[in-house]
């Protein structure tokens, strides 16, 4: 295994080295929005840069820059939280995905962290498609109902994840120095018959910002979802970059 191939510790020259041996990229996207008492707000960023930086170990494939910001509607009164409307979203993909085509990437991999990036990352990749010679692929958690319950011990909240066992065990495996696990606590909000068909935000129906049960969380837990995760992610762009060879 190699080390991460980081654009932004590179000068110009490593750059077209490192795309001439492996014209392939990662944009990690992340968000920063609140996570609960016991999680930093970026979490979604730390997340997708761990596993790109795994993956660029990997594969060899360049690292890009973090997108540090999504669309965090539900969050925007929680201090700290910083929400761009979704069009902003797919237009910063485009932007990149356009930049890097100009200068000998084959193949860009969006490797996202943050759910309410995966519209923008599929619409995104829709609209590139008839702009590009280049190929895109969109990663998000690849199988992740199935991953998550070989190892977590809790339920979701009706099939979402945030703060929760899952999100918390794999910050305690990449980043453990900033979860405090003694404020971490259990929460499953009541869910309003309108949810999902009005307005109505995340951000009012749980106390805490947990949506699950993150006292379960541990550090083993999340070294293991990691590298399935990460299995299954190599797999899927050694098999995308085969197709441009």
């Not at 001439?20 to 960023?45: N, S």
Request: overall charge negative; hydrophobic content about 35%.
């Amino acid at each position: 295994m190699g080390r991460a191939k980081e654009i932004i510790k590179m000068n110009r020259d490593e750059v077209s080295a490192a795309i001439e041996e492996t014209p392939v990229a990662i944009l990690p996207l992340g968000a920063t929005e609140q996570h609960g008492h016991h999680l930093p707000l970026g979490v979604d960023t730390y997340l997708s840069e761990a596993i790109s930086r795994k993956l660029s170990e990997r594969t060899g494939a360049l690292m890009l820059p973090s997108m540090p910001y999504g669309y965090s509607w539900v969050w925007r009164d929680i201090p700290g939280t910083v929400s761009i409307q979704q069009h902003n979203v797919e237009n910063i993909i485009k932007d990149v995905a356009h930049s890097v085509s100009r200068y000998g990437v084959k193949l860009l991999i969006l490797v996202n962290g943050h759910d309410s990036n995966n519209s923008s990352m599929k619409y995104a990749t829709r609209e590139l498609m008839d702009e590009l010679e280049m190929p895109i692929i969109y990663l998000f958690y690849p199988n992740l109902e199935q991953i998550r319950n070989e190892v977590c011990e809790s339920p979701t909240w009706h099939g979402m994840i945030h703060a929760c066992e899952f999100e918390t065990s794999l910050m305690l495996a990449v980043k453990p120095e900033l979860v405090k696990m003694e404020r971490a606590v259990n929460e499953y909000p009541k869910k309003p018959n309108l949810y999902g068909k009005s307005t109505i935000s995340l951000g009012k129906l749980s106390k805490s910002g947990v949506f699950g049960d993150a006292t379960l969380s541990s550090k083993e837990k999340g070294e293991q979802m990691l590298k399935k995760y990460l299995d299954v992610m190599e797999d899927l762009i050694m098999e995308a970059y085969d197709e441009i060879k």
